[in-house]
C-alpha cells in the first residue's frame, strides 16, 4: 500500500476502464478519496461502487469529456463541491485501447481522427489541468500525473498519431512544471512514461 495518500482527493481521467481502473482501486485501497472521471458514466459508476464495496473509501463518478473544457471544469467543480479539495490529478483518458483507432499507416489516417486523437490525448491534458490548477495554488499543495508512452522512445509503426500524442504529453508536462513553479511553492509535476506503467507498450 502507497503510503500518504489517506483522506487526499484523487482524480482519475479515463478511470472507468483499464488501468485508469486500476488507479482508482489503487488510490482507494491507499485511503484515498477517488474521483472516476470518465466519458462512459455508466463504467464511470461502476468503479466508483467498486471502489465504495471493496475498499470501504469514498468515491464519485463524474461523466467528462477531456476534450471539452467546461466538461473539465464542470469535473473540478464536482470534486471540489463533494470533497471541499483536489489532491492529485491523473491524465490517463485517451484514445488508446478502449476507443478504437486506426493503427494502419501515415496514408491511412483520417485528418478527423488526428485531430480527435490530438484533442482527447493532449488538449485534454491542457483543460483537466487549467481546471485543477487554481484549487491546487489556492491549496500551495497537489500533484499532478500526466500519463505518456514508451512508445515516444523509439516510435511504433502504425499509430503516428497516437505517438505524437504521447510525446506531446512530456514536452507539455516539463514545461507546465517550470511555468508554475514560480506560482505555486509545493506544487509537484511528473511525466510518467509507459515504460514504468506498461501504457501503449
Not at 9 to 30: K, L, N, P, Q, W
Not at 178 to 187: A, F, G, H, L
Request: with cysteine; proline share 2%; net charge positive.
Amino acid at each position: 500500500m502507497i503510503e500518504g495518500l489517506k483522506e487526499k482527493v484523487a482524480i482519475v481521467t479515463g478511470g472507468g476502464h483499464g488501468i485508469g481502473r486500476a488507479y482508482c482501486h489503487g488510490f482507494a485501497e491507499a485511503g484515498a478519496k477517488v474521483v472516476v472521471a470518465d466519458i462512459d458514466a455508466p463504467a464511470a459508476e461502476k468503479v466508483a461502487g467498486e471502489v465504495i464495496k471493496q475498499f470501504d473509501a469514498k468515491a464519485l463518478a463524474a461523466k467528462v469529456d477531456v476534450a471539452g473544457e467546461q466538461s473539465t471544469k464542470d469535473m473540478a467543480k464536482l470534486a471540489l463541491d463533494k470533497f471541499g479539495q483536489i489532491d492529485i490529478l491523473i491524465n490517463n483518458a485517451a484514445i488508446f485501447a478502449t476507443i478504437p483507432m486506426n493503427r494502419g499507416g501515415i496514408d491511412s489516417i483520417d485528418p478527423a481522427e488526428w485531430d480527435r486523437m490530438m484533442a482527447v490525448n493532449l488538449k485534454g491534458l491542457f483543460f483537466c489541468c487549467r481546471a485543477v490548477l487554481p484549487t491546487m495554488r489556492r491549496q500551495k499543495s497537489g500533484k499532478i500525473i500526466n500519463i505518456s508512452s514508451g512508445t515516444v522512445l523509439n516510435g511504433s509503426a502504425g499509430r503516428i498519431h497516437y505517438v505524437t500524442s504521447k510525446a506531446g504529453v512530456i514536452g507539455f508536462t516539463r514545461t507546465l512544471a517550470r511555468e508554475d513553479q514560480r506560482q505555486c511553492d509545493r506544487s509537484r509535476f511528473d511525466s510518467f512514461r509507459g515504460q514504468s506503467i506498461r501504457r501503449g507498450s
